[in-house]
């Protein structure tokens, strides 16, 4: 059972701005870095932007990330038909002394 | 270009052991924490467990604390998974992941699918 809650889908419009919770407590989200990762069935999940903001090599600048407390948010703006994925947010937590993903988001482009 | 490529699934009976390897490339490996991973079928991912770069501390999943462990081996540029006493339930595909210095797992292998049944 994780410990991240995220809505279980989102959808929007091609060039819609999309926005995806993550939810948690003090001892993870408030108190260390969110990640965020999309997944797409068969492959492996990719990190969409570092702890500093920083967007690896193919990840557009269309996807941004924001914390206050102990929720977070991702934020696909301009979205496409190819950001249809699974997004996962996922973080360290301090009580648990491990890593806890969120309960997942899929996204759909109408 | 980093490249991690995981090897050792395969089918297993309840309550066997199996040992995962991944061969790290492209990085200085002992720089770097690593991670496994594990997505189930129809489900999110899961983390599992965690080693520092020099190997000496390490943290595991309450799911698997006590039957899993996790090691590296930083002369030959590979972490491994030993699983014991394996349950249905671990049937997944276990990634090796590299953290990036904040917990966030920036390169991923390619899976290796480890099915546990009788």
């Known amino acids: 059972q994780s410990v991240l809650t995220q809505p279980p889908s989102a959808s929007g419009t091609p060039g819609q701005r999309v926005t995806i919770s993550c939810s948690g407590s003090s001892s993870n989200i408030g108190s260390n870095t969110v990640n965020w990762y999309r997944h797409l069935p068969g492959t492996a999940p990719k990190l969409l932007f570092n702890s500093n903001n920083q967007r690896p090599s193919g990840v557009p600048d269309r996807f941004s990330g924001s914390k206050s407390g102990t929720s977070a948010s991702l934020a696909i703006s301009g979205l496409q038909s190819e950001d249809e994925a699974d997004y996962y947010c996922a973080a360290w937590d301090d009580s648990l002394s491990g890593q806890v993903f969120g309960t997942g988001t899929k996204v759909t482009v109408l | 270009e980093v490249q991690l490529v995981e090897s050792g699934g395969g089918l297993v009976q309840p309550g066997g052991s199996l040992r995962l390897s991944c061969a790290a490339s492209g990085f200085t490996f002992s720089r770097y924490a690593m991670n496994w991973v594990r997505q189930a079928p129809g489900k999110g991912p899961e983390w599992v467990s965690e080693i520092s770069g020099n190997g000496v501390k390490t943290y595991y999943a309450d799911s698997v604390k006590g039957r899993f462990i996790i090691s590296r081996d930083n002369s030959k540029n590979t972490l491994y998974l030993h699983m014991n006493s394996l349950r249905a339930e671990d049937t997944a595909i276990f990634y090796c992941?590299?953290?990036?210095?904040?917990?966030?797992?920036?390169?991923w292998g390619q899976g290796t699918l480890v099915t546990v049944s009788s």
């Open positions: 992941a590299k953290d990036d210095g904040s917990y966030g797992f920036d390169f």
